[in-house]
Every structure is written in structure tokens, then in C-alpha cells.
């Protein structure tokens, strides 16, 4: 079993920055890829970046440039910079984790709103 606490939203205004924060815990020999995925409200669950163990680095394409992953593996934490938000990435941010099994965080909300 792994586990996932998210920490780091937010209400910000438009061009705005925050940082997310996920802490693994328990199995964590087992995580291979750890990424941020985010749904906003009637919309599907999307990836927003992962992050391998090797550190290779996924991003969607709506984030590209403005969005930063990155992982401290001797903190089993993965980060989630974001610069110039803007009020489309308003959703709850989900921090998962893939290896033998996908675990996924409680979530936590990010507003970009003036």
C-alpha cells in the first residue's frame, strides 16, 4: 500500500503561482512513475505532468512552460510548480502514483480566480 497526502492549493489570482506538494509513504519501493492529474468541474480527469524515477518528464500540452514536476526521491515527495495560472486551471489537483498498483491522493483544490 502506498499513500498520498497532497498539500498546496489554493485560491490565486490569475498569473499567479503555487506550489504542490505530494508525500508518499508506506510501499513506496514500489512507485515507479508519480505525476499530478487535475478535474475541474463536469470535466473528465486529466494528466497534467508526471515524472519518472529516472526523472523523465511528461506535460500536457496546456500547461507546457508554465508548469514544472519534480520529485525528491530521499523526501518520496513529488512537486508541482505553477506559474501564470490562469482561471481554465481551476480544478482538484490528484497526485497518483503507478508501479505494481495506481494509488491516488485525496485531491486538492486550486482556484485561479480574481
Known amino acids: 500500500q502506498v499513500q498520498l497526502v497532497e498539500s498546496g492549493g489554493g485560491l490565486v489570482q490569475p498569473g499567479g503561482s503555487l506550489r504542490l506538494s505530494c508525500v508518499a509513504s508506506?510501499?513506496?519501493?514500489?512507485?515507479?512513475?508519480m505525476g499530478w492529474y487535475r478535474q475541474a468541474p463536469g470535466k473528465q480527469r486529466e494528466l497534467v505532468a508526471s515524472?519518472?524515477?529516472?526523472?523523465?518528464?511528461n506535460y500536457a500540452d496546456s500547461v507546457k512552460g508554465r508548469f514544472t514536476i519534480s520529485r525528491d526521491n530521499a523526501k518520496n515527495t513529488v512537486y508541482l510548480e505553477m506559474n501564470s495560472l490562469q482561471p481554465e486551471d481551476t480544478a482538484v489537483y490528484y497526485c497518483r502514483t503507478t508501479g505494481n498498483r495506481i494509488y491516488w491522493g485525496q485531491g486538492t483544490q486550486v482556484t485561479v480566480s480574481s
Open positions: 515524472i519518472t524515477s529516472g526523472g523523465s518528464r
Open positions: 508506506g510501499s513506496i519501493f514500489t512507485i515507479i512513475i
